[in-house]
Nanobody
């Protein structure tokens, strides 16, 4: 599985961005997907995850209400809609995938495949 993330960029505080992550292969719909972020000098942080069907999602508590994860299995793509962005959201954002699972993963080591990351910079 290869993951290609895109959609990052420079945005002013209060603005929005939508990140996309497109996967290769024909088994995308059997994988749960996650988004993580990592700021310089900080550990990689869980952002959100979504079940293979898209019916179940989870978020880190601090981002609930501002970020929304979704997926389109017909397009092999997972999205992260980010609203009301703040300077502290500045980070590299990474998508990741893991086969199935009976619960959604929030730890980076639970994911098998990673995209290359897309940079989000929020100016004040």
């Amino acid at each position: 599985v290869q993951l290609q993330a895109s959609g990052g960029g420079l945005v002013r505080a209060g603005g929005s961005l939508r990140l996309s992550c497109t996967a290769s292969g024909r088994t995308f719909s059997s994988y749960q997907m996650g988004w993580f972020r990592q700021a310089p000098g900080k550990e990689r942080e869980f952002v959100a995850a979504i079940s293979p069907s898209g019916g179940v999602t989870c978020y880190v508590d601090s981002l609930k209400g501002r970020f929304t994860i979704s997926r389109d299995n017909a397009k092999n793509t997972v999205y992260l809609q980010m609203n009301s962005l703040k300077p502290e959201d500045t980070a590299g954002y990474y998508c990741a995938s893991a086969p199935g699972g009976s619960y959604l993963y929030s730890r980076y080591y639970e994911y098998e495949y990673w995209g290359q990351g897309t940079q989000v910079t929020v100016s004040s």
